[in-house]
């Protein structure tokens, strides 16, 4: 059974930074992808970034290209969301995804095509 366990939320102050973390067990590939979704209240969940661990390549939203980064550490299976210059606009509840698919950079942030999720870290940036 896949298991996706979130951390690292929490509140800032407008320009500051936070690490998210997810830890994943269960997965029986040896590559997959993984990413990170965000959806602020009101509003539809959307697609932050994505990687795919067999060679890290890596897809970011348009909004967060420049400020967030995402990396892996694939003998702790921990997938990381560096975010910095935080904004009141990235207010949400932040939810790590895992899939066996491997996508092109026009796919990965369809939510749909993803199988497994964490509960989500809430993330508020104050102005």
């Known amino acids: 059974q896949v298991q996706l366990v979130e951390s690292g939320g929490g509140s800032v102050q407008a320009g500051g930074s936070l690490r998210l973390s997810c830890v994943a067990s269960g997965y029986t590939y040896s590559s997959y992808s993984m990413g990170w979704f965000r959806q602020a209240p009101g509003k539809g969940r959307e697609g932050v970034a994505a990687?795919?661990?067999?060679?890290?390549?890596?897809y970011y939203a348009d909004n967060v290209k420049g400020r967030f980064t995402i990396a892996q550490d694939n003998a702790k299976n921990t997938l990381y969301l560096q975010m910095n210059s935080l904004k009141p606009k990235h207010t949400a509840m932040y939810y790590c995804?895992?899939?066996?698919?491997?996508?092109?950079?026009?796919?990965?942030?369809?939510?749909?095509?993803?199988?497994?999720w964490g509960r989500g870290t809430e993330v508020t940036a104050a102005s």
């Open positions: 990687i795919y661990t067999g060679d890290d390549s890596t």
């Open positions: 995804a895992a899939t066996s698919r491997r996508f092109s950079s026009t796919l990965w942030d369809c939510s749909e095509l993803w199988n497994d």
